[in-house]
């Protein structure tokens, strides 16, 4: 029977982990899942171990949902995919309606990516395309904050603040307008001061709402946000919202950007919105 070291050993020989050293993968007893029940996944050789970051903040129902379970089996009966462009798909449309009751957005409409970087690489492509559709020239970069995250495509990493061990591709990333971090109390106010000086050429402002949680659970108070809404607002500038961790009840609101009293013109949304399927 094949124990935990020899799974290890077979997966550092085939797999790459992201956000990993593989260098020292093998070392740091990685636990190899098998299986998973509720709040516990499981290893190959029967541990049980208490999934505290919900498998990256995904499964935000736990493992192994009977409703969810049955859901997926019921679908797969039906169709597995099939693709969106220049056609619809019965449950998509489906999907798209509940949501749109629930996001805070006016009259939303539904882009799928196939994850967050992926979705936030869509979001500023749609700020972008924007600004050119209606004619205007110029609006083509972005504020951010310090401290950001927001993946690690090519687009993401530009308005991420950086670390992780992606200085390596510093070299790919085009300019944004960077305001303070949210460890920093004047954060908003800075970034309101640089809406108005650069309106010209924003084409978005692109913050997580309430906390950054890549840079150590950084928070500001809720409160804070609505004048960050109305700046970009008076100013004709974009505001696309980055949920993909706090989004689904994460923040105690469904949407964080509900406490923040922010109704966005983008909203980025992912890991909570699969359940971890």
């Known amino acids: 029977m094949t124990d935990q070291g020899d799974w290890i050993a077979r997966d550092a020989s085939v797999v790459w982990h992201g956000f990993t050293q593989m260098a020292a993968y093998s070392d740091n007893s990685p636990v190899i899942v098998e299986r998973a029940e509720g709040r516990e996944v499981i290893d190959v050789d029967g541990n049980r171990y208490l999934d505290a970051i919900s498998s990256l903040w995904v499964t935000t129902l736990g493992h192994r949902v009977p409703e969810l379970d049955a859901a997926a089996r019921d679908q797969l009966d039906r169709v597995a995919h099939s693709t969106l462009l220049g056609n619809g798909n019965r449950v998509v449309i489906e999907f798209a309606e509940a949501l749109a009751l629930r996001v805070p957005v006016e009259a939303p409409h539904f882009l799928f990516a196939s994850d967050g970087a992926a979705a936030i690489e869509q979001a500023l492509k749609i700020a972008f395309q924007y600004w050119t559709n209606i004619g205007v020239k110029g609006r083509n970069t972005y504020l951010a904050f310090g401290g950001a995250y927001h993946g690690d495509t090519i687009g993401s990493l530009s308005i991420g603040a950086g670390g992780f061990g992606t200085d390596i591709f510093d070299p790919l990333r085009f300019p944004v307008m960077r305001a303070p971090g949210?460890?920093?109390?004047?954060?908003?106010?800075?970034a309101i001061e640089m809406i108005a000086e650069?309106?010209?050429?924003?084409?978005?402002?692109?913050?997580?709402?309430?906390?950054?949680?890549?840079?150590?659970?950084?928070m500001l108070?809720?409160?804070?946000?609505?004048?960050?809404?109305?700046?970009?607002?008076?100013?004709?500038?974009?505001?696309?919202?980055?949920?993909?961790?706090?989004?689904?009840?994460?923040?105690g609101t469904l949407f964080a950007s509900e406490q923040c009293g922010l109704s966005p013109d983008l909203l980025v949304i992912g890991k909570g919105i699969t359940g971890g399927y």
């Not at 010209?200 to 659970?217: D, F, R």
């Not at 409160?223 to 961790?245: H, P, Q």
Request: hydrophobic residues 50%.
């Open 182 to 190: 949210f460890d920093t109390p004047e954060a908003i106010d800075v």
């Open 198 to 218: 650069n309106c010209a050429s924003l084409a978005a402002v692109v913050i997580e709402p309430l906390v950054q949680g890549a840079a150590g659970m950084e």
């Open 221 to 251: 108070p809720a409160e804070e946000f609505a004048k960050l809404g109305i700046a970009c607002r008076d100013n004709d500038v974009l505001l696309i919202c980055d949920e993909v961790a706090t989004g689904f009840g994460r923040t």
